[in-house]
T-cell receptor, first 118, second 116 residues
Framework: DTGVSQDPRHKITKRGQNVTFRCDPI?????LYWYRQTLGQGPEFLTYFQNEAQLEKSRLLSDRFSAERPKGSFSTLEIQRTEQGDSAMYLCASSSKTGTGAAADTQYFGPGTRLTVL | AQTVTQSQPEMSVQEAETVTLSCTYDTSESDYYLFWYKQPPSRQMILVIRQEAYKQQNATENRFSVNFQKAAKSFSLKISDSQLGDAAMYFCAYRGENFGNEKLTFGTGTRLTIIP
């Protein structure tokens, strides 16, 4: 079990550029979540997938944001025409609906991608 | 919509002492889950402890325990025998039980400092 991984760990971009982040969940987990965390705040939900289906999107996810999870494995989060307000830590988490005990349906987080928009 | 409130932005405790972090939440659901996550500086979010709302018994994990008061919608975290490695931001989080409400709603966090 290698845990949730995210790539890149850091991204600096200029305003107006497009960026894409990748998340690889824990291998047997069928649910994948994206959150955004700004400095000094708790994470805020963006969207989540069960397998390849995107089940919910937050109002925070403007039309410049798109997320995919092809084949129900890794996921990508793309931000088009980045703005300075997009600067934040983007966190990915995964969970498994099946299983028993404390681990069942508990979300495990990756290290995050820190985005800085200049 | 559910809300989670952490009223203590910062707390400090002497090493080896006990500290309690507060969390209150608001929900109209009867079944849900509550979590405490720890986020060390520049490191990833780690699950500390989890409580199912239908369980009356408070969850414990080694030095970490919770005081879950369902009627009062309160969920505090007690850390016993505090260690330097406990220094971190601590986030309280809520998750609904029903399909379509599995996202986590977080509080604003409490920064815990351990004094050697």
């Amino acid at each position: 079990d290698t845990g949730v991984s995210q790539d890149p760990r850091h991204k600096i971009t200029k305003r107006g550029q497009n960026v894409t982040f990748r998340c690889d969940p824990i291998s047997e987990h069928n649910r994948l979540y994206w959150y955004r965390q700004t400095l000094g705040q708790g994470p805020e939900f963006l969207t989540y997938f069960q397998n390849e289906a995107q089940l919910e999107k937050s109002r925070l996810l403007s039309d410049r944001f798109s997320a995919e999870r092809p084949k129900g494995s890794f996921s990508t989060l793309e931000i088009q025409r980045t703005e300075q307000g997009d600067s934040a830590m983007y966190l990915c988490a995964s969970s498994s609906k099946t299983g028993t005990g404390a681990a069942a349906d508990t979300q495990y987080f990756g290290p995050g991608t820190r985005l800085t928009v200049l | 919509a559910q809300t989670v409130t952490q009223s203590q932005p910062e707390m400090s405790v002497q090493e080896a002492e006990t500290v309690t972090l507060s969390c209150t939440y608001d929900t109209s659901e009867s079944d849900y889950y509550l979590f405490w996550y720890k986020q060390p500086p520049s490191r990833q979010m780690i699950l500390v402890i989890r409580q199912e709302a239908y369980k009356q018994q408070n969850a414990t994990e080694n030095r970490f325990s919770v005081n879950f008061q369902k009627a009062a919608k309160s969920f505090s975290l007690k850390i016993s025998d505090s260690q330097l490695g406990d220094a971190a931001m601590y986030f309280c989080a809520y998750r609904g039980e029903n399909f379509g409400n599995e996202k986590l709603t977080f509080g604003t966090g409490t920064r815990l400092t351990i004094i050697p």
